[in-house]
């Protein structure tokens, strides 16, 4: 069964405009949820992390999250796209406390237009 | 504080040769996973240890694949053998015991494997 789904494998914004990246995860307990960007050829770097504290989430470069239980959402936005901002995001679910691995959605790929 | 270091960057073999990746975890850090990325796809967990102990793998992990930390520190995988379809990238990460869901997971910049 698929633990995180991210609806839209591509989105493309214009330079200044709303970034909104879809995020659904499967889990019959509270999880742990974090966001990853990856540049090309390049490792993952962590954008954000909800860890059952506050459920809107502040992370780098702009970036934040809502953790909505009731629609098992955990959205990633960010007010105003910057060029650099183009890269793959990837949602993952750590599903409980006592399951330490990652569980990855497919990613989607943000271009930004100028 | 290094980050996850993973070495080689870059690996091309020829079908039917082994090849071994390092990975050197954050020095605090005492668990280690492994990972597999393919082109256009989220990361898939291979392998987890905590110290020197293998705690988990997945069922990706054919018998072709070992991984080993056998001082608690590094950690190695090898894949025997090797197909065309274990082209990928391979990444590791670190993570603390405790508090793992706070402090987060590091990730390495990963070893892209291409078997010709």
């Known amino acids: 069964a698929q633990s995180v789904t991210q609806l839209g494998s591509h989105v493309s914004v214009s330079e200044g405009a709303l970034v909104l990246l879809r995020c659904n995860y499967s889990s019959s307990v509270p999880p742990y949820l974090f966001w990853y960007v990856q540049y090309p050829n390049q490792g993952l770097q962590l954008l954000l992390k909800?860890?059952?504290?506050?459920?809107l989430v502040k992370g780098i470069n702009g970036f934040e999250a809502e953790f909505k239980k009731s629609e098992t959402s955990f959205h990633l936005t960010k007010p105003s796209a910057h060029m650099s901002d183009a890269a793959e995001y990837f949602c993952a679910v750590r599903l409980s406390s006592n399951d330490y691995k990652l569980s990855f959605g497919a990613g989607t790929t943000v271009t930004v237009r100028a | 504080d290094t980050g996850v270091s993973q070495d080689p960057r870059h690996k091309i073999t020829k079908r039917g040769q082994n090849v071994t990746f390092r990975c050197d975890p954050i020095s605090e850090h005492n668990r280690l996973y492994w990972y597999r990325q393919t082109l256009g796809q989220g990361p898939e967990f291979l392998t987890y240890f905590q110290n020197e102990a293998q705690l988990e793998k997945s069922r990706l992990l054919s018998d072709r694949f070992s991984a080993e930390r056998p001082k608690g520190s590094f950690s190695t995988l090898e894949i025997q053998r090797t197909e065309q379809g274990d082209s990928a990238m391979y990444l590791c990460?670190?993570?603390?015991?405790?508090?793992?869901?706070?402090?987060?997971?590091?990730f390495g910049s990963g070893t892209r494997l291409t078997v010709v």
């Open positions: 990460a670190s993570s603390r015991a405790s508090g793992t869901a706070n402090y987060g997971y590091t």
């Open positions: 909800y860890t059952s504290a506050a459920t």
